[in-house]
């Protein structure tokens, strides 16, 4: 069956002069004629400010209420063909949101995912923890593995997939890591057609090569793909950069360090690694 998923945090932005509940009935209008599914898709990096208000400092808990106040806007609308997600880059708060969600509405089927995972081999390390934690309580009925990948190479994310699933059915747990949260953790998104230049793909890669001197030292830095989510879900990494036509754009937590050609970023990143280490106690 088609289905379209729309990001409640996105749509909020949308005409914010409109009733959120008008725009959401728009939606089911629009799939109803068409003979469309729902996914509430909900992103923990791009929650809309009234939840973030309502959820200071528990930003896994803004997303659960934000995904069941618009289940129950379907519920309203008598639209029930519709699935949620919750999804985060830490696999942490993907395990926790879905559990969360799963105990106040077991009835809605579930999506899961690690989004913006990164490459592999850290983005099928961070799915299969989120998958094996839900996965094994009967908690999730589709899953999506997203990887940064060239395009030729996507059908990588499916062979993750297939292989995670197919272990947890037979009981092959690895060993599951809490995912170091003392070390680099480079976060970069799986790329789609909102990309305008196909040199990020690269580029994340470079930033991961670069930065392995920075192994040891808890610094999170975000790779994006293009302007729509980019400039949103970077805020939350201690560095990050998202990808225009011609540019790339470095950011320090919510601030902008201005926009760089891409033979110039990585050398730029580098400053700011360096400035961030510097400035914070020696690694062991
Ligand atoms: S290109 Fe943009 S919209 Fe597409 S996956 Fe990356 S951040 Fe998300």
């Known amino acids: 069956m088609d289905k379209i998923r729309y990001n409640p945090g996105h749509l909020w932005h949308h ?21 469309c599914a729902i996914r509430i898709g909900v992103n923990c990096g ?3 400010p009234a939840h973030q208000d309502r959820f200071e400092g528990d930003p896994v808990g803004a997303m659960v209420q934000s995904a069941a106040e618009h289940c129950e806007m379907l519920d309203r609308l ?9 999804k985060d880059s830490d696999p942490a708060n993907v395990i926790e949101g879905n559990r ?26 961070k799915t299969r923890i989120a998958f094996e934690q839900l996965v094994s309580r009967g908690i999730g009925d589709t899953v999506r593995v997203s990887l940064t990948l060239p395009n030729p190479k996507k059908p990588e994310e499916v062979t993750a997939g297939h292989q995670i699933l197919t272990d947890i059915a037979n009981g092959r747990f690895r060993s599951v890591p809490e995912f170091p949260k003392d070390k680099l953790n480079i976060i970069s998104c799986p790329s789609c057609s909102r990309v305008e230049n196909e040199k990020f793909i690269e580029l994340a890669e470079d930033v991961r090569e670069m930065t392995r001197y ?32 011609a540019f790339v754009n470095l950011k320090k937590g919510p601030e902008s360090l201005g926009a760089y050609p891409y033979d110039r970023i990585l050398a730029r990143l ?5 400035r961030l280490i510097a400035h914070r106690a020696p690694a062991n």
């Open 100 to 125: 969360r969600f799963a105990d106040e509405r077991p009835d809605v089927p579930l999506h899961l995912g690690v989004t913006e995972a990164g490459m592999p081999p850290e983005g099928i390390i």
């Open 270 to 274: 580098k400053t700011e690694v360096d």
């Open 46 to 48: 791009s929650i809309d």
């Open 214 to 245: 920075a192994e040891r030292h808890a610094i999170t830095i975000a790779v994006m793909g293009c302007r729509v989510n980019g400039p949103g879900e970077t805020d939350d990494a201690d560095l990050g950069l998202w990808c225009g036509p």
């Open 15 to 35: 005409e914010t002069s409109r009733p959120v509940a008008d725009k959401v009935k728009y939606l089911a209008d629009v799939a109803g004629e068409h003979d």
């Open 78 to 86: 008598g639209f029930t063909r519709y699935v949620v997600s919750l």
